[in-house]
């Protein structure tokens, strides 16, 4: 018993050692309502969520309260005795009428929100939105920033609290390397698909969810009415990594936003390598590292020594095997249904330089080089 009573205490006293606030545009220290809404469609949403609880109020207290009226006033204590008829043609009438004027009433308020939800025409900017197992890839396929790409993956330092149990900030499992960045009061339309399995972008401050489905492409939009930092997940389960697939829309100014793209682009600009050039090993590994602590070692960790299921690189045959082939077709296509993903979506140079640094890294002292060019020929 009084070890229960220990880890009881431990269970509600936790929130409390963990000192959390709330997360603006984020969720709230026991929330029990939505979010506060960023857009004209979620402030909607909510008028409408409330209405309809008023409307099931009244309804409750219709039905419930002429139920125990009936009860007390006709029970059998004082008396009453039961009336005895077969059907009645007005009563009959009333609970189905009174009930379909009531949810077809429901409908018309919701109509309007709910088609303008589906139309995605119009948009200042398109955004392409990729599900991964476990991120998300976005590439502005229209309007200002169109051509730039960014991979977001939850930050590596928000895995390494959650395997050591040690959850540290208001942002707990929602801070991501690059979030998704919008200008503020523009329509944004997401095209949303998936590379592997079903995936779900949910952002409620903005009333946003729509699935990610492979081999589908369905869209939504948004436009946001403030700027600032606003917070959702996948909400489709995913596989074992879905509870660490978060998303983060930063909104911008109009100003801040343009000059965003000009950087974001410079950037794009610097990193773009020419597949051909051969690089030293020095270069590859030092490029390999950063690579690595970006995109791999929130799974294999920082040591490569892998945990539980997923397997380490330190000391890895496949790693250490002269036959560097084998390496990059584990990267590029993945492994076991998506349990290890495809990392397609990285350059040539990227991949070349992650290889280059596991197999020269940690025990996998291999000598072993890997350049832009083998993995050009592996994807053909």
């Given at each position: 018993?009084a070890?229960?009573?220990?880890?009881?205490?431990?269970?509600?006293?936790?929130?409390?050692?963990?000192?959390?606030?709330?997360l603006?545009?984020?969720?709230?220290?026991?929330?029990?309502?939505?979010?506060?809404?960023?857009?004209?469609?979620?402030?909607?949403?909510q008028?409408?969520?409330?209405?309809?609880?008023?409307?099931?109020?009244?309804?409750?207290i219709?039905v419930f309260?002429?139920?125990?009226?009936?009860i007390?006033?006709?029970?059998?204590?004082?008396?009453?005795?039961?009336?005895n008829?077969?059907?009645?043609?007005?009563v009959?009438?009333?609970?189905?009428?009174?009930?379909?004027v009531?949810?077809?009433?429901?409908?018309?308020?919701?109509?309007?929100?709910?088609?303008?939800?589906?139309?995605?025409?119009?948009?200042?900017?398109?955004?392409?939105?990729?599900?991964?197992?476990?991120?998300?890839?976005?590439?502005?396929?229209?309007?200002?920033?169109e051509?730039?790409?960014?991979?977001?993956?939850?930050?590596?330092?928000?895995?390494?609290?959650?395997?050591?149990?040690?959850?540290?900030?208001?942002?707990?499992?929602?801070?991501?390397?690059?979030?998704?960045?919008?200008?503020?009061?523009?329509?944004?339309?997401?095209?949303?698909?998936?590379?592997?399995?079903?995936?779900?972008?949910?952002?409620p401050?903005f009333?946003?969810?729509?699935?990610?489905?492979?081999?589908?492409?369905r869209?939504?939009?948004?436009?946001?009415?403030?700027?600032?930092?606003f917070?959702?997940?996948?909400?489709?389960?995913?596989?074992?990594?879905?509870?660490?697939?978060?998303?983060?829309?930063?909104v911008?100014?109009?100003?801040?936003?343009?000059?965003?793209?000009?950087?974001?682009?410079?950037?794009?600009?610097?990193?773009?390598?020419?597949?051909?050039?051969?690089?030293?090993?020095?270069d590859?590994?030092?490029?390999?590292?950063?690579?690595?602590?970006?995109?791999?070692?929130?799974?294999?960790?920082?040591?490569?020594?892998g945990?539980?299921?997923?397997?380490?690189?330190?000391?890895?045959?496949?790693?250490?095997?002269?036959?560097k082939a084998?390496?990059?077709?584990?990267?590029?296509?993945?492994?076991?249904?998506?349990?290890?993903?495809s990392?397609?979506?990285?350059?040539?140079?990227?991949?070349?330089?992650?290889?280059?640094?596991?197999?020269?890294?940690?025990?996998?002292k291999?000598?072993?080089?890997?350049?832009?060019s083998?993995?050009?020929?592996?994807?053909?």
């Amino acid at each position: 018993m009084a070890g229960v009573v220990l880890a009881l205490a431990a269970t509600f006293a936790a929130p409390a050692a963990w000192a959390l606030k709330d997360l603006p545009g984020g969720p709230a220290i026991n929330q029990l309502d939505l979010h506060p809404a960023a857009s004209k469609m979620a402030s909607d949403v909510q008028w409408l969520h409330n209405i309809m609880l008023v409307i099931c109020l009244v309804i409750f207290i219709a039905v419930f309260g002429v139920m125990f009226y009936s009860i007390l006033k006709h029970r059998k204590s004082k008396g009453f005795k039961a009336a005895n008829f077969h059907e009645s043609v007005g009563v009959e009438i009333a609970w189905t009428v009174v009930p379909l004027v009531i949810v077809m009433g429901m409908g018309l308020l919701a109509t309007k929100s709910v088609v303008a939800m589906k139309d995605t025409t119009n948009a200042d900017l398109t955004i392409k939105t990729t599900g991964y197992q476990w991120k998300w890839g976005y590439d502005y396929i229209k309007g200002e920033g169109e051509g730039i790409a960014i991979l977001s993956t939850l930050d590596v330092k928000q895995r390494q609290m959650s395997d050591a149990g040690k959850p540290e900030g208001d942002d707990y499992l929602l801070k991501v390397d690059y979030p998704l960045v919008v200008p503020v009061d523009k329509k944004v339309r997401i095209v949303l698909t998936a590379a592997d399995v079903i995936h779900s972008w949910m952002v409620p401050a903005f009333a946003v969810k729509q699935d990610a489905i492979p081999g589908f492409v369905r869209d939504t939009w948004f436009r946001a009415n403030q700027t600032g930092d606003f917070y959702g997940q996948c909400v489709e389960l995913c596989g074992k990594e879905h509870a660490y697939m978060p998303i983060h829309v930063k909104v911008l100014s109009a100003k801040d936003y343009s000059a965003w793209v000009e950087g974001k682009k410079k950037e794009m600009a610097a990193k773009a390598d020419d597949p051909a050039k051969v690089w030293t090993l020095p270069d590859l590994v030092a490029r390999g590292e950063k690579g690595y602590n970006t995109n791999c070692a929130v799974c294999h960790k920082p040591d490569g020594k892998g945990a539980g299921p997923i397997k380490a690189l330190d000391g890895s045959a496949v790693v250490q095997d002269a036959d560097k082939a084998k390496q990059i077709e584990v990267l590029l296509n993945g492994r076991l249904n998506g349990a290890m993903p495809s990392w397609k979506t990285l350059s040539d140079t990227e991949i070349a330089a992650i290889v280059t640094y596991t197999k020269n890294t940690w025990s996998n002292k291999t000598g072993q080089l890997v350049q832009p060019s083998d993995v050009v020929a592996a994807r053909k």
